[in-house]
């Protein structure tokens, strides 16, 4: 166990509807960064919080949104999906910024 | 943006054996840091080894070895008696650093399958 908690770890479901996908950091940690690995894209960066706020963002679709709540855990919308947001979603976090991610087991996101 | 490039994508090695990966980047940067994470089939994301540039001495954990070479923008891993364990993808990844508060998001390689055979 990693310490950083991802539910749900599969998820099916339609396209056009709607998932959040739920993070909770390492005890401790302040940064949550959000990944999307797929296929075709490799590793993508989508997003970064720190202790509650927007720090960077990266190849996030505007259907997608995310938020880091003051217990530190964070969720990762996605809307009017498409079969090519099928792919394996990564939470990962961190004390500071540089410091070594710890990286979550992943949400594995199939949409038919 | 920086990207990093990882050729040979899958490779074998017998167990016992050694096996080196290579790695490519591109910055203008000064201050960074270099990542291996290891993707065994589990899925989960592990840290092999790090690197920051500023340092010249290169970055050894237990079987792992880098070498860096800062003005080729070279970054291989060596793993050392390989083990079945070892079996995974493995990803170089680039971090800029921009400070311990703002953007650290890691730009990763395509990755390379590394398959230990018994």
């Known amino acids: 166990d990693s310490g950083v908690t991802q539910t749900p770890k599969h998820l099916i479901t339609a396209t056009g509807q709607r998932v959040t996908l739920r993070c909770s950091p390492r005890?401790?940690?302040?940064?949550v960064y959000w990944y999307q690995q797929s296929l075709d894209q490799g590793l993508q960066f989508l997003i970064q919080?720190?202790?509650?706020?927007?720090?960077a963002k990266g190849n996030i679709l505007e259907r997608f949104s995310a938020q880091q709540f003051p217990d530190l855990h964070s969720e990762l919308n996605l809307s009017s999906l498409e079969l090519g947001d099928s792919a394996l979603y990564f939470c990962?976090?961190?004390?500071?910024?540089?410091?070594?991610?710890?990286f979550g087991s992943g949400t594995r996101l199939t949409v038919v | 943006a920086q990207t990093v490039t990882q050729s040979q994508p899958e490779m074998s090695v017998q167990e016992a054996e050694t096996v080196t990966l290579s790695c490519t980047y591109d910055?203008?940067?000064?201050?960074?840091?270099l990542f291996w994470y290891k993707q065994p089939p589990s899925r989960q994301m592990i840290l092999v080894i790090r690197?920051?540039?500023?340092?010249?001495q290169n970055a050894t954990e237990n079987r792992f070895s880098v070498n860096f070479q800062k003005a080729a923008k070279s970054f291989s891993l060596k793993i050392s008696d390989s083990q079945l364990g070892d079996t995974a993808m493995y990803f170089c990844?680039?971090?800029?650093?921009?400070?311990?508060?703002?953007?650290?998001?890691?730009?990763f390689g395509k990755g390379n399958q590394v398959v230990v055979i018994p």
């Open positions: 990844a680039f971090m800029k650093l921009w400070g311990q508060y703002g953007n650290n998001r890691l730009a």
């Open positions: 919080y720190y202790n509650g706020e927007e720090r």
């Open positions: 910055t203008s940067e000064s201050n960074y840091y």
């Open positions: 005890s401790g940690d302040l940064s």
């Open positions: 690197q920051e540039a500023y340092k010249q």
């Open positions: 990962a976090s961190s004390v500071v910024g540089g410091a070594p991610y710890t």
